[in-house]
């Protein structure tokens, strides 16, 4: 699974009205923490790959078990996800790759293996976010090129691209990533990770 993973200072800018500034970077951190260690304790994914170039987030996710890899600078999210594939394919050429948001704080390793299971069934798959406008999750299967066109409206860009979109009822774990003050009520509601709660102590509503 590849995560990318933008320098903290400047990731979940959006969120900034509703936290505050200083709290934005700690928390963009916490909802990684939490998706990688759900990513992690999901029992069809073999091991993690971060890009990221932020040292206070490569310190902490390769704590949890994740592998960091450089984000090469200037490239933006897809050469970064691209980036990721590869250096996962040179380990293990034959490998199925996926990629998955960073900030997805309420992820549920159960719900994230059901996704896992049915995109399995196709060369490219992809699962649209809450809002069906965006992408949380891409994958390709052996011998497939990754193809990520995240960001914005990346759900008919992947469609148009030839990836098949799973649907699934029941994952929203893996479909509610936060880059709102809405969408983290939203999280909170569905029922956010350890570091996350720690650092947003507060219930929705």
Do not use: Y
């Not at 990520?148 to 409206?153: L, Q, R, T």
């Not at 992947?158 to 029941?170: K, P, T």
Request: net charge positive; proline share 7%; hydrophobic share 50%.
């Amino acid at each position: 699974m590849v995560v990318p993973l933008k320098p903290l200072v400047r990731a979940k800018s959006r969120l900034a009205a509703a936290v505050g500034g200083a709290l934005r970077g700690r928390l963009a951190l916490a909802f990684a923490e939490d998706t990688v260690a759900a990513v992690l304790a999901c029992a069809g994914v073999r091991d993690v790959v971060v890009v990221t170039d932020d040292p206070d987030a490569s310190a902490a996710l390769a704590a949890l078990g994740a592998r960091i890899v450089p984000d090469p600078p200037g490239g933006g999210l897809n050469a970064a996800l691209a980036h990721g594939a590869r250096a996962v394919r040179a380990r293990r050429p034959t490998a199925r790759v996926a990629a998955l948001n960073a900030d997805l704080p309420a992820l549920r390793p159960a719900e994230l293996a059901r996704v896992l299971t049915v995109a399995g069934q196709f060369p490219r798959a992809f699962l649209a976010d809450a809002a069906e406008i965006g992408t949380t999750f891409l994958s390709a299967s052996p011998g497939t090129e990754l193809e990520p066109a995240f960001g914005g409206a990346s759900r008919e860009r992947h469609f148009s691209s030839g990836a098949v979109e799973i649907r699934l009822a029941g994952v929203d774990s893996v479909r509610r990533d936060v880059d709102t003050g809405e969408d983290l009520a939203a999280a909170l509601a569905l029922g956010v990770g350890p570091r996350t709660a720690a650092r947003w102590p507060r219930t929705a509503g």
